[in-house]
């Protein structure tokens, strides 16, 4: 097959790399499996833009995509609308939709990984129409993306520090905002400090990722609204792996749900897969079954 990669060389730990021997080595690789791979070095301010023409190009049979997970949402997204399949390399902070593939986080190992890997179908989650492989949410998630964008880091260690402050300054002063649910079943309102709506149900761990990407069904966890110490215990839950366990957390498995905000304030923010977006007044969210493309790792690779 014929394998492009777009590499945000900006970002993750491929910032770090030398990005020309890393290529070389790739190249050289996939050609032992049979395959050829061209590898294109990107700025973050462009990758969208390369992913957009490796989609739409006759002469790629499979685009691969390296970065954080704001690189990997943007490729599922151009992998989604093509019909391209999409191959994954982990070169992010979290790598969490590598994860939920089963892709070994080791660079060489996931090149070698997606070399021998297979195609599969797996779902996709909308929310009003923008694609999202892992997570939407708002709230606590929101507000810690925002207060860590607004601190100086260089690398993923960095970024994991910037996170725990983030953390920390969002504990002080929690988010309790109102939310409409309208589910199958009917709609209700609830008090909450954060919610979050995975593509398929998250499984257990300190991980949050799906424990399966074929169920057909978005998760969708709420936490109540909380007082500062309730807040740093859920973050201790959910580092720890506990966070089902917290008396704050409900959870709900369907296909598709609306949030409605009645009381959203100008300049509030949701999170989709780790990047910041305006806040709509009213969110259709869906999961839409096997209908994307990816390279899963062989078992002998993983």
């Known amino acids: 097959m014929r394998f492009r990669a777009i590499l945000n060389k900006d970002g993750g730990t491929l910032r ?103 195609i599969e179908n797996i779902d996709i989650a909308t929310a009003n129409g923008r694609p999202f492989v892992h997570q939407y949410g708002v709230g606590i998630h929101a507000r810690l993306v925002r207060i860590r964008n607004g601190m100086s880091y260089r690398d993923r260690v960095g970024k994991m520090l910037a996170s725990l402050r983030a953390i920390l300054a969002t504990a002080i002063d929690p988010p309790r905002f109102e939310v409409e649910l309208v589910e199958p079943g009917g709609a209700k309102t609830h008090l909450v400090s954060g919610i979050a709506v995975s593509n398929n149900p998250l499984g257990d761990g300190p991980i949050p990722v799906a424990a399966r990407l074929d169920s057909g ?13 309730e807040l740093v215990a859920l973050a201790l839950d959910v580092f720890t792996g506990r966070w089902r366990d917290n008396a704050l957390v409900s959870e709900a498995e369907v296909p598709e749900v609306v949030l409605r905000f009645p009381k959203r304030k100008r300049g509030n923010h949701a999170v989709v897969d780790g990047e910041l977006i305006p806040l709509e007044p009213s969110v259709t969210l869906k999961v839409h079954a096997q209908a994307m493309a990816v390279v899963r790792p062989a078992e002998d690779a993983a």
């Open 16 to 118: 770090s790399l030398d990005l020309d021997d890393f290529a070389r080595r790739a190249e050289a690789l996939f050609a032992e499996e049979g395959h050829v791979l061209e590898c294109r070095m990107i700025g973050g301010d462009a990758v969208e833009a390369a992913l957009a023409e490796a989609s739409s190009a006759e002469a790629v049979d499979v685009m691969l995509a390296g970065g954080g997970d704001g690189t990997i949402s943007a490729a599922a997204a151009a992998a989604y609308a093509s019909g391209k399949p999409l191959a994954v390399l982990p070169a992010g902070t979290m790598n969490l939709f590598a994860r939920a593939l089963g892709m070994p986080l080791d660079l060489d190992a996931a090149l070698v990984a997606i070399a021998r890997g297979r």
């Open 217 to 229: 069904l978005l998760g969708v966890y709420l936490a109540a609204g909380t007082s500062s110490r």
